[in-house]
């Protein structure tokens, strides 16, 4: 009985950590993919803007997309010079719905762009 009990207060405990985190991503400014996640965005092709950022003590060059999730939520991904490249050719063929979709972490990161 008391297992029972142990595993509603963890699953209870869970959903508020996930409650905090959500709400956490909701508040701001950019748009962080997770790993294998999906997600329909909007682009606006006008605003986009190249950025210098440093990653493990180095500089490098990135690009912040203003993007709008499914929940028309206006947010910043920011993408490497790679993915940036690979979703530019969308953007530059007319597409600005996007699923955009994430593989791995940190440096191993993969992206897929899809026209939707």
Known sequence: ???EVEEKAQIQQSDSFAEVEAL????SKFLKIQ???????KFDKAKFKPVERVINGRKSKAVEYTVFTPDNQQKVLT??????LALNAL?????????A????SG???QYTFVPA
Do not use: H
């Open 1 to 3: 009985m008391s297992t």
């Open 24 to 27: 956490a991503a909701s508040q």
């Open 35 to 41: 790993a294998g996640q999906t997600m329909l965005l």
């Open 79 to 84: 993408l490497s010079l790679q993915w940036a």
């Open 91 to 99: 953007l530059k063929a007319g597409y600005t719905n996007i699923k």
């Open 101 to 104: 979709s994430r593989r791995g």
């Open 107 to 109: 440096l191993d990161t």
